[in-house]
T-cell receptor, first 114, second 112 residues
């Protein structure tokens, strides 16, 4: 019973490099999302998807791309990493985020951009 | 634009104290209010509140929603060092029920 799996857990990038944070869930959830968390800022929504083939922007989408080709996977791409993207990233999935007790978070990905 | 404001941003107490954390909000089409606890990794769900005045309880933790005042409180009685964490308040909003807006969180430190 894997739940929400994020990889990698830790990553150091140089400014300008690109990378992809992987997120996979095995619960057949329609809704998936990516958040970033910075000290004292809570969690801020980057992008979300309400089903395969459907994505939309959240509060802080600049510098990130997403796609949802399957129900299970929702990768987050950093196009040209910047130090401002140093953060902890959480992937989440649920049947419906309004039902809070069914929102599942991944363990987080710690990203440092130097 | 939906807003969730938590206070205080940080709090230091001694074991055995009772604490009250606050969450106020402005969202379109209120559906529910969620409380999470975060200890150095992913947030874990505590409560979901949908109706005003109804108290949700789990052990030493309890929470009440006041829809008239657009706010909620999270109470922790007889605090323990294991209660040290960031407590997050979140609401689905944006008119779509698919976007969670989080407050900045309250960092609670419980000293022995």
């Amino acid at each position: 019973n894997a739940g929400v799996t994020q990889t990698p857990k830790f990553q150091v990038l140089k400014t300008g490099q690109s990378m992809t944070l992987q997120c996979a869930q095995d619960m057949n959830h329609e809704y998936m999302s990516w958040y970033r968390q910075d000290p004292g800022m809570g969690l801020r929504l980057i992008h979300y998807s309400v089903g395969a083939g459907i994505t939309d922007q959240g509060e802080v989408p600049n510098g990130y791309n997403v796609s949802r080709s399957t129900t299970e996977d929702f990768p987050l791409r950093l196009l040209s990493a910047a130090p401002s993207q140093t953060s902890v990233y959480f992937c989440a999935s649920s049947y419906s985020p309004g039902r809070g007790n069914t929102i599942y978070f991944g363990e987080g990905s710690w990203l440092t951009v130097v | 634009e939906d807003k969730v404001v938590q206070s205080p941003l940080s709090l230091v107490v001694h074991e055995g104290d009772t604490v009250t954390l606050n969450c106020s909000y402005e969202v379109t089409n209120f559906r529910s209010l969620l409380w999470y606890k975060q200890e150095k990794k992913a947030p874990t769900f505590l409560f979901m509140l949908t109706s005003s005045g109804i108290e949700k309880k789990s052990g030493r933790l309890s929470s009440i929603l006041d829809k008239k005042e657009l706010s909620s409180i999270l109470n922790i009685t007889a605090t323990q060092t294991g209660d040290s964490a960031i407590y997050l308040c979140a609401l689905p909003g944006g008119g779509s029920n698919y976007k969670l807006t989080f407050g900045k969180g309250t960092l609670l430190t419980v000293n022995p």
